[in-house]
């Protein structure tokens, strides 16, 4: 047989599966439920005023990026969330001035969740923003140097957005309720209505922060092109069509894979906490997941609820109503997006699994946790089914939008 008609053949032969008849009508459903054009508009944030101004967008951008927000003047924001890698870092754990217990989160169309970390212990972006800022291991600030900072350098943009700073002059260079014993001390000196002043220019500055957060989003993938033609009932065509292993891999994913269970909807996450049985770290502390959190998120004076909110106790449902008792938060974390999974190892909470493949197997396996109880249910896959369900993933990679732009 002549090469170039073999060849012709071989192409009709990978891309034979790419149309409408392939898939049942249960799942063109499914396959509907994922396309990036179900994910609507951003829910606004009762919490944040100032979640959708342009101007507190492009402050938080800057403050995003200063890495005069830390304590040694090295770490900002993208110190971690590199804009070039889907803003995260492909440390299997965060490095900022110390090295943390989990890994960075990637930022695309997270504004979109419910609650903030792998655990949920914040319920809102721009409380989510707040807390590595004063962690001793990523920024190790604290709040009057924070407060001193954007009097010194955002003072225009932020009192056009915010109102007046108060008056700063009074108050400690550097002093903190959770920094050093020093920093504690001298914020324990300070009137209660300093604090309070304090504790609202910082909340300001995560609020900026989430706003440019927000700006941040996926755009169309492969998968995205290929659902919107079968969905259409058109032949998926140019970089649209799949071949016969990414056909396969999509089947599996939302059939005898279980995948679509958790990483369901436009985003592929469901937003909520899963024991998976992902191993502990040697040598890290006990991590217990969502189990740990519940109380840090409803302590915590910087969510829906509290003083600093803009929602004045109302739009706080999630919080008011959430579920605090449960056996299945045990080492439970958040479901991850899978959207540009593909290109960022390693995977789970603390990295724990360096590649896709490894991360098929865990799966396949399904191990007992280190405590709780584990959800999954083991699935065997041939050579080929892991081939497949990798291939399908790679179709979830592509670019992002900032503020509207693609980068």
């Known amino acids: 047989m002549p090469r170039a008609i073999f060849l012709i053949l071989l192409s009709a032969a990978l891309f034979a599966g790419c149309s409408a008849e392939q898939f049942s009508e249960e799942e063109k459903r499914l396959i509907g439920q994922l396309r990036l054009s179900q994910l609507g508009p951003l829910p606004p944030d009762p919490s944040n005023a100032a979640a959708d101004n342009p101007a507190a967008a492009a402050l938080g951008e800057a403050l995003f990026s200063d890495t005069r927000l830390s304590g040694d003047g090295t770490v900002s924001c993208a110190?971690?969330?590199?804009?070039?890698?889907?803003?995260q870092d492909d440390l299997a754990l965060a490095q900022?001035?110390?090295?943390?217990?989990?890994?960075?989160m990637p930022l695309a169309n997270v504004s979109h969740g419910q609650w903030f970390f792998w655990d949920g212990r914040k319920d809102s972006l721009w409380a989510q923003a707040l807390g590595p800022l004063e962690d001793a291991r990523e920024h190790a600030g604290n709040r009057t140097a924070f407060a001193h900072l954007v009097a010194g350098q955002y003072r225009r943009d932020y009192e056009g957005l915010f109102g007046p700073l108060p008056d700063l002059s009074a108050l400690p260079l550097e002093a903190s309720p959770l920094g050093t014993a020093t920093q504690q001390a001298a914020w324990a000196?300070?009137?209660?209505?300093?604090?309070?002043?304090?504790?609202?220019?910082?909340?300001?500055?995560?609020?900026?922060?989430?706003?440019?957060?927000?700006?941040?989003?996926?755009e169309e993938t492969r998968f995205d092109r290929f659902a919107e033609a079968i969905l259409a009932g058109r032949k998926p065509e140019g970089d649209a069509a799949f071949n016969s292993l990414e056909i396969e891999g999509l089947k599996l994913f939302i059939g005898k894979a279980n995948c679509v269970d958790c990483h369901n909807?436009?985003?592929?996450?469901?937003?909520?906490f899963h024991n998976t049985g992902v191993p502990a770290v040697p040598g890290l502390p006990e991590d217990r997941g969502r189990a740990q959190a519940v109380d840090k998120v409803l302590a915590d004076p910087f969510n829906c609820l509290g003083p600093y909110s803009d929602a004045a106790g109302e739009g706080c449902d999630e919080l008011r109503f959430m579920?605090?008792?449960?056996?299945?938060?045990?080492?439970?974390?958040?479901?991850?997006s899978l959207r540009g999974a593909a290109s960022r190892p390693p995977y789970m909470h603390s990295g724990q699994i360096a590649t896709l493949e490894d991360v098929i197997d865990h799966y396949s396996r399904a191990p007992e946790a280190p405590a709780g109880h584990s959800e999954l249910r083991g699935v065997i896959f041939t050579d080929r089914g892991r081939?497949?369900?990798?291939?399908?993933?790679?179709?979830?990679?592509g670019p992002l939008s900032v503020g509207g732009v693609t980068r």
């Open 79 to 87: 110190t971690c969330h590199l804009p070039n890698r889907q803003f």
């Open 96 to 104: 900022g001035v110390g090295v943390t217990d989990r890994r960075t």
């Open 189 to 218: 000196k300070m009137e209660d209505e300093q604090r309070s002043q304090v504790d609202a220019v910082f909340a300001n500055i995560g609020k900026a922060i989430a706003a440019f957060q927000r700006t941040i989003a996926h």
């Open 265 to 272: 909807g436009p985003r592929f996450t469901d937003d909520f």
């Open 323 to 336: 579920v605090r008792d449960s056996r299945e938060f045990e080492r439970a974390y958040k479901t991850p």
């Open 387 to 397: 081939a497949a369900l990798i291939a399908f993933l790679k179709t979830l990679d």
